[in-house]
């Protein structure tokens, strides 16, 4: 829960939904961990709140909606929308692959889930 060099790993969950990602990567690496959570849904935000207390949760259509944070992530954690297949939900994944660089501190590191067999 504690990066190299020192300091809280700093973690964003971004299309964070309700929350369940960003809890249990809560319960996996303990409340050292400096948690975002980001979402363009108010329903989802709310209830993000409400389930990962302590967490900084942001309402807002992608990562500029965080304003300006060159190098404030460790890792950034996404479960994306793209299982509705809707072209906006496509934009989304595209704009978190493109900007992800401009958050992430040097060496940080993006994970995304990979269609299984």
Not at 2 to 18: I, N, P, Q, T, W
Not at 55 to 74: I, N, R, S, W
Not at 94 to 105: E, N, P, Y
């Amino acid at each position: 829960s504690s990066r190299e060099g020192g300091g809280a790993l700093r973690v964003l969950d971004f299309g964070c939904g309700s929350g369940v990602l960003g809890a249990g990567l809560r319960q996996r690496c303990g409340d050292g961990m400096e948690l975002t959570l980001l979402d363009a849904d108010a329903v989802a935000v709310k209830a993000a709140r409400k389930n990962v207390p302590g967490a900084t949760v942001v309402l807002g259509d992608g990562l500029g909606a965080l304003g300006e944070a060159p190098d404030a992530f460790d890792l950034i954690a996404s479960n994306p929308p793209v299982h509705r297949g809707r072209p906006d939900d496509w934009r989304v994944l595209r704009d978190l692959i493109a900007g992800a660089a401009d958050v992430l501190r040097l060496g940080g590191e993006m994970w995304l889930p990979a269609p299984g067999d």
